[in-house]
């Protein structure tokens, strides 16, 4: 059974940092590519980041690029989106997603496999 277990939200200042981490089990971890992606209130999920765990291929969205960093620990099975700079804005339920495949996409759509989901707020 496949599960990807958040961890790491919580409510931080407006320029703070916080390192949210994906724990994958119950699949071969390099033949899945992993994403981030993020809902606010009212608002439509959206792709953040996603990696290629064949080759860690990276990609990310335009608002977060410079400020987030995806990445993949293959002995833990566990992927991290460290976020820097925060903003207002980025204020959402952050959830890890995942889908059998080798070439990493923004795609919502295409992601099978989600986590419930962590909090992040960021306040002004």
């Known amino acids: 059974e496949v599960q990807l277990v958040e961890s790491g939200g919580g409510s931080v200042q407006a320029g703070g940092s916080l390192r949210l981490s994906c724990a994958a089990s119950?699949?071969?971890?390099?033949?899945?590519?992993i994403g981030w992606i993020r809902q606010a209130p009212g608002k439509e999920r959206e792709a953040v980041s996603c990696?290629?765990?064949?080759?860690?291929?990276?990609h990310y969205a335009v608002s977060v690029k410079g400020r987030f960093t995806i990445s993949s620990d293959h002995a833990k099975n566990t992927v991290y989106l460290q976020m820097d700079s925060l903003k207002p804005e980025d204020t959402a339920v952050y959830y890890c997603?995942?889908?059998?495949?080798?070439?990493?996409?923004?795609?919502?759509?295409?992601?099978?496999?989600w986590g419930q989901g962590t909090q992040v707020t960021v306040s002004s």
């Open positions: 997603a995942a889908f059998y495949g080798v070439w990493a996409t923004m795609t919502v759509a295409d992601y099978d496999y």
């Open positions: 119950g699949f071969v971890f390099d033949d899945y590519v």
């Open positions: 990696i290629s765990s064949s080759d860690d291929t990276t």
